[in-house]
């Protein structure tokens, strides 16, 4: 078995949204509003972040079955929390977006495994600290952002319906 994870490039695209696509639809079967509506990921945001080097694709014997992104600008609905507060930090941090796994191989560990990667990417590139959240309703990425050694913080406010979502951060 050969695992990767990488750049994603524009050839990449059609696989990134598909997998994206059937994580949305999987959420929407569970009850979840999380990537419905306003919160959907979007082709041009996608493309945007493959533009400027952000996805991250997990790769098993050449196949892609996972997609995320990380980020290093500045999350705008970082800057309130509730319940909770961020631990304090001189530098900036890096935040992994968009995280999907393809729902039709869920349940074998590979979640856990990419965001362990993602993290090491982050590691590689300097970065010292690390923000990721979630639905509350969530509880499957809940159990994957804990696995990795992150901390609940709070609950953050994502300018749209049903926009609460759980914030964890990593020091590396």
């Known amino acids: 078995m050969n695992i990767e994870i990488r750049n994603g490039n524009s050839s990449d695209f059609q696989d990134i949204m598909q997998i994206i696509n059937k994580a ?18 979007k082709e041009e945001d996608i493309k945007s972040e493959i533009e ?6 997990f790769t098993i014997n ?4 996972g997609t995320a992104i990380i980020t ?10 509730s319940y909770g507060d961020w631990d304090a930090s001189l530098e900036s ?16 560990g590979y979640g856990k495994t990419f965001l362990k990667l993602l993290l090491f990417v982050c590691k590689e590139k300097g970065i010292s600290e690390v923000r990721i ?25 994502l300018p749209f319906a049903n926009g609460e979502r759980y914030a964890y951060q990593l020091f590396l």
């Open 93 to 108: 941090y890096a935040t992994i977006h968009k995280f999907a796994i393809n729902p039709e191989i869920n349940g074998k």
């Open 133 to 157: 959240d979630t639905y509350p309703g969530n509880r499957a990425m809940q159990n994957v952002i804990l696995s990795a050694g992150f901390a609940f913080k709070g609950i953050i406010q």
């Open 62 to 65: 050449n196949v892609i079955v």
């Open 52 to 57: 400027k080097g952000n996805n991250y694709l």
């Open 24 to 41: 949305g639809i999987k959420l929407a079967e569970s009850g979840s509003p999380q990537w419905s509506d306003k919160d959907s990921p």
């Open 72 to 81: 290093d600008e500045e999350e705008q609905a970082y800057s309130t929390i």
